[in-house]
């Protein structure tokens, strides 16, 4: 019987699957894409259509169509195989029982919840009325499922009719036993906005406090659970991310009103943290659709002072970081109340985030630098450490030309401030510079990369494949199952790996390149042979026997002179 796993491959075509992802382009036989696992700037993911799987030759990820899904959207199996099941429209009936009902029970307990939720907010007065004060339209309200806790067991007892056992709602995080025992309902008068995972699935729940406690938290989080990990859920982009890959920019916020009152005027690349701190897994995710991430601040020492610390955050994943000014509103939820054109404007008119810290600092034409040296280099030195902790050295030279356009200094003093502050990192505490030696890549490191290339080769060549067997006395061991048979996976691999690098290469240049492997091969053969010898030398003279000292020198005399006649030909 065929498992569900090889029905879902063979109905979803893995290229126009990963389509949706990613943009896709034809390479011989095969695809190419950007990987979206790593950043990258030309093509090294390889999707093959005829063995259904795909592989990155830049960070080594790869797999099939579920480890994509894994991997990108990041699900555990069973959520990804129902995921994929779904639109393969094909039934689960093997997948593993135990991690079926922990994770679809959870996915049904969260669904039935939402509808209580919303059902229960269209009877609160209080509510309604606070999202319409803060101009929030209904049709937002429906199409984010927005919805309100009462609180008490409401939600328990609901779920229990439902069939639902106590254990697996509580699991869920909708409800939790108090002191004397009993379960509560973990939201009580308390707004309620749905937080869904990548692939449109509720997984758990944000509430606003509406009650008159003074000692309850504004804003509650559903806690951790198998179907949600905090640091890998942004609120709205389950909605916003095709929207954010098309414009290759996403507009951050901080809150769930600012996104949904931002996404209701128009702005449909937005994404908000909620409250639960930005991760290097949400970077990570970002990263995979947008170059461009724009942030707002206040206009004060505070909110510059926020926009240093993002500029650092941001820098790491070499985000191109762009800044908007919100004037007299507090967030740019209150900028679409007042005017709901305002924040597109401004995302429109947004500038470099370092063009505001000059502007802080010296001004907009340089008319708040002093004449205090001190504190010119003080400030200076500021802002070039920012600069330093940029990836791209492309942006580092733009901002470098600002920073002297801005305070009349030569660009070449600024470089060569940059580079001081560079190697000023690198030293001790002492003051002495600390020295890293480079890993030195050995020679059975280097019989390996040959041998991959070889192979990768060798795949596009009849002729080549013969000559590769005839030397198999030379190839690194762990490819030797790939000789003995050409269509495994790891085969498969190499054959991908063949026709990504070498589809656009003459016939005569991928001769002239396979004659040099060969060679390098053998090379590279001789010298482990050569470093063999050497260590029975050494235990030779650490022995003093004579007699098996003659007979390693005169080895690796032989051994040398082959090195050196190889190194002629090549």
């Given at each position: 019987?065929?498992?569900?796993?090889?029905?879902?491959?063979?109905?979803?075509?893995?290229?126009?699957?990963?389509?949706?992802?990613?943009?896709v382009s034809p390479a011989g036989r095969n695809f190419k894409a950007i990987c979206p696992f790593h950043h990258e700037k030309t093509p090294s993911l390889i999707i093959s259509p005829d063995k259904q799987i795909w592989h990155c030759f830049g960070c080594g990820e790869g797999g099939d169509i579920i480890k994509f899904v894994m991997k990108y959207d990041n699900l555990e199996f069973p959520e990804a195989l129902r995921f994929l099941a779904e639109k393969a429209g094909i039934s689960l009936q093997h997948l593993n029982p135990a991690q079926q009902k922990e994770f679809g029970v959870?996915?049904?307990?969260?669904?039935?919840?939402?509808?209580?939720?919303?059902?229960?907010?269209?009877r609160n007065e209080k509510a309604l009325a606070y999202l319409k004060k803060r101009k929030l339209n209904e049709d937002t309200i429906k199409e984010f499922q927005l919805g309100y806790a009462i609180g008490g067991e409401s939600l328990t007892l609901h779920l229990l009719k439902y069939g639902f056992d106590i254990n697996n709602i509580s699991k869920s995080g909708l409800a939790y036993k108090n002191n004397r025992g009993l379960f509560r309902d973990r939201f009580e008068e308390r707004i309620i906005f749905p937080m869904c995972n990548t692939v449109e699935k509720v997984v758990a729940f944000t509430g606003r406090y509406m009650g008159e406690r003074t000692d309850a938290p504004k804003y509650l989080n559903s806690p951790e659970t198998p179907i949600f990990n905090k640091s890998r859920v942004l609120y709205g982009f389950h909605r916003s991310k095709h929207e954010i890959a098309r414009l290759n920019s996403a507009f951050l916020v901080e809150g769930q009103m600012d996104f949904l009152m931002a996404?209701?005027?128009?702005?449909?690349?937005?994404?908000?943290?909620?409250?639960?701190?930005?991760?290097?897994?949400h970077l990570e995710k970002i990263r995979r659709v947008a170059e461009t991430i724009i942030v707002s601040f206040d206009n004060d020492s505070a909110g510059l002072h926020a926009l240093e610390r993002s500029f650092e955050i941001f820098s790491e994943f070499d985000f191109h970081m762009k800044a908007i000014e919100l004037g007299k509103y507090k967030d740019p939820a209150e900028a679409c109340e007042e005017d709901p054109a305002f924040l597109s404007k401004a995302i429109e008119c947004a500038k470099p985030a370092f063009s505001y810290l000059l502007n802080y600092y010296f001004g907009k034409d340089g008319e708040k630098q002093n004449n205090d040296i001190a504190e010119i280099k003080k400030i200076v030195r500021h802002l070039l450490e920012k600069i330093k902790k940029l990836k791209s050295s492309v942006e580092q030279n733009i901002l470098i030309k600002d920073l002297a356009r801005i305070t009349g200094m030569r660009e070449d003093i600024l470089s060569?401030?940059?580079?001081?502050?560079?190697?000023?990192?690198?030293?001790?505490?002492?003051g002495k510079?600390?020295?890293?030696?480079?890993?030195?890549?050995?020679?059975?490191s280097r019989i390996k990369l040959i041998t991959e290339r070889l192979l990768a080769l060798a795949f596009t060549n009849d002729e080549f494949w013969d000559i590769v067997k005839s030397e198999k006395e030379f190839i690194a061991h762990e490819y030797i199952p790939i000789l003995d048979d050409p269509s495994s996976e790891q085969a498969s691999?190499?054959?991908?790996?063949?026709?990504?690098?070498?589809?656009?290469?003459?016939?005569?240049?991928?001769?002239?390149?396979?004659?040099?492997?060969?060679?390098?091969?053998?090379?590279?053969?001789?010298?482990?042979?050569?470093?063999?010898?050497?260590?029975?030398?050494?235990?030779?003279?650490?022995?003093?026997?004579?007699?098996q000292i003659k007979a390693c020198l005169q080895e690796f005399d032989l051994i040398t002179k082959k090195i050196h006649e190889l190194k002629s030909k090549i």
């Open positions: 019987m065929i498992k569900e796993t090889d029905l879902i491959k063979n109905k979803l075509d893995i290229v126009e699957f990963l389509r949706s992802y990613i943009t959870l996915y049904d307990i969260h669904v039935i919840a939402t509808e209580f939720f919303q059902k229960q907010l269209e996404w209701q005027s128009g702005v449909k690349n937005g994404i908000a943290v909620s409250g639960t701190g930005l991760t290097r897994q060569a401030e940059l580079e001081e502050l560079k190697q000023t990192e690198g030293k001790t505490t002492e510079k600390e020295i890293k030696y480079p890993e030195e890549t050995n020679v059975s691999i190499l054959k991908m790996r063949g026709s990504y690098e070498f589809s656009d290469t003459s016939q005569k240049v991928l001769k002239k390149e396979f004659n040099d492997l060969v060679s390098y091969l053998r090379l590279e053969n001789m010298k482990q042979k050569q470093l063999e010898i050497q260590k029975k030398l050494k235990s030779a003279e650490q022995k003093n026997n004579e007699e």
